[in-house]
């Protein structure tokens, strides 16, 4: 993936932050399967449950990956959100956007530590906030990844082997059913 590409999937996830912030959350992970560098989409992910139905949910994020024989990935999370909602321990800066660009031959993370800023009050009376972006840390490559997001990334460059004549087209299908939120280029739509 060019710098351009990638520069331009974080202004992105940047955007949906100060969005998602001001309304009171911060957005769900977030899947973006690239073929030959050409976006898949945005794939975000299904309403869950806290710990098991957390945990298999944004690793399934993966399948529409797999299923466009995707090249390279990049997923998007929030470091508290994803510990809160999977049960697990916050590793790593938080609050804190995390960005994995993963192809089968590796992976490297980029976080974006933010502050969060108190904005002047709604007229419901609730105050809105806004992330106030901190210096990021040096990409890692092969970084330590929280357990769920480790499975997206190793799943999204596994073939699924649906006995189907349009496996991509299914497995849209059936996320979508399942719940997830899936916003797919001119190129991959159908």
């Excluded at 001001?22 to 898949?40: D, F, H, K, T, W």
């Excluded at 090249?71 to 998007?76: F, G, H, P, Y």
């Excluded at 993370?109 to 901190?134: D, K, N, R, V």
């Excluded at 073939?159 to 939120?181: K, Q, R």
Aim: proline residues 10%; glycine residues 6%; aromatic residues 6%.
């Amino acid at each position: 993936m060019d710098t351009r590409t990638f520069d331009a999937l974080t202004e992105s996830m940047k955007s949906a932050y100060v969005a998602g912030l001001s309304e009171g959350a911060v957005p769900r992970p977030v899947i973006m399967p690239l073929v030959r560098g050409e976006l898949v989409g945005l794939i975000w992910l299904r309403p869950v449950t806290s710990g098991e139905d957390a945990l298999t949910a944004i690793a399934s994020l993966s399948n529409i990956a797999a299923a466009a024989n995707a090249d390279e990935i990049v997923l998007a999370w929030e470091t508290q959100d994803v510990a809160t909602t999977c049960q697990l321990p916050a590793d790593g800066p938080s609050p804190c956007l995390n960005m994995v660009h993963a192809t089968k031959d590796g992976h490297t993370l980029h976080q974006f530590p933010y502050t969060e800023g108190t904005l002047a009050g709604t007229p419901e009376g609730s105050a809105s906030i806004a992330p106030h972006w901190q210096p990021a840390p040096t990409p890692q490559p092969d970084a330590k990844l929280v357990p769920p997001v480790q499975a997206a990334v190793d799943y999204a460059f596994t073939p699924l082997e649906l006995d189907h004549p349009s496996p991509f087209g299914v497995t849209v299908v059936l996320m979508e059913e399942d719940g997830y939120n899936l916003r797919l280029t001119e190129a991959f739509a159908f």
